[in-house]
């Protein structure tokens, strides 16, 4: 089976950085995504990771070490529109269906 | 607007009543999916469709029922539900079930309350 885990709250303040860390454990490690979702409302893509190293977009940018298990969604210059939780999931090629395993989300809370 | 809809957004359902849920997809994918979103637990995955078959199922009890009539219709069906059954339902599209890279659009769920 697959663990994920993730911080289940972070409090930034509008203008800063915060950084979302995200462990897994897996036997069939086949890409990393994380998802935003606002409050009653669907989770949205934000970035994949597959190959080691950092993706950047926008503000928005992801690190992935597949030896260590280890990713982190980096948010800069902070929005109070960003506040919502973020979910890291992990692909497990040994899974059917292109199935996804979530962690439980981190909510993060910008403050002005 | 992520081209997957979901209706009805809410429904509040006793346990001896059936009812359905549906999700429509309007991005031309192939392989959907039903997720449960409970309170402080991560998003489940409950069942793969992938052209209409379906791929997984991940031993969910047979009060709920999945239907695929098309690669762009999806519905759950609902009966002698628990009030534990009481969650956020929230059905997925992607371009495949295969490719790595697959990104999942999902829809903005169903509240469901079960008294």
């Known amino acids: 089976g697959q663990n994920i885990d993730q911080p289940t709250e972070m409090t930034a303040t509008e203008g800063a950085i915060v950084q979302i860390n995200c462990t897994y454990q897996?036997?069939?490690?086949?890409?990393l995504f994380w998802y935003q979702q606002h409050a009653g409302e669907a989770p949205t893509f934000l970035s994949y990771?597959?190959?080691?190293g950092l993706e950047e977009k926008g503000r928005f940018s992801s690190f992935l070490s597949r030896s260590k298990g280890y990713s982190y969604l980096l948010l800069k210059e902070l929005q109070m529109k960003d506040s919502a939780s973020y979910l890291c999931?992990?692909?497990?090629?040994?899974?059917?269906?292109?199935?996804?395993?979530f962690g439980g989300g981190t909510r993060v809370l910008v403050k002005p | 607007e992520t081209g997957v809809t979901q209706t009805p957004r809410h429904l509040v359902m006793g346990m001896t009543n059936k009812k359905s849920l549906k999700c429509e997809q309007h991005?031309?994918?192939?392989?959907m999916y039903w997720y449960k979103q409970s309170a402080k637990k991560p998003l489940e995955l409950m069942f793969v469709?992938?052209?209409?078959?379906?791929?997984e199922n991940n031993s969910v009890p047979s009060r709920f029922s999945p239907e695929c009539p098309n690669s762009s219709h999806l519905f759950l069906h609902l009966h002698t539900l628990q009030p534990e059954d009481s969650a956020l339902y929230l059905c997925?599209?992607?371009?495949?079930?295969?490719?790595?890279?697959?990104?999942?659009?999902f829809g903005p769920g169903t509240r469901l309350t079960v008294l």
């Open positions: 991005l031309g994918h192939n392989a």
């Open positions: 999931a992990v692909r497990d090629r040994k899974a059917a269906g292109n199935k996804l395993t």
């Open positions: 997925a599209s992607s371009q495949s079930e295969r490719t790595s890279y697959n990104e999942q659009f």
């Open positions: 897996t036997s069939g490690f086949n890409g």
């Open positions: 990771n597959v190959l080691d």
């Open positions: 469709y992938s052209l209409e078959e379906r791929v």
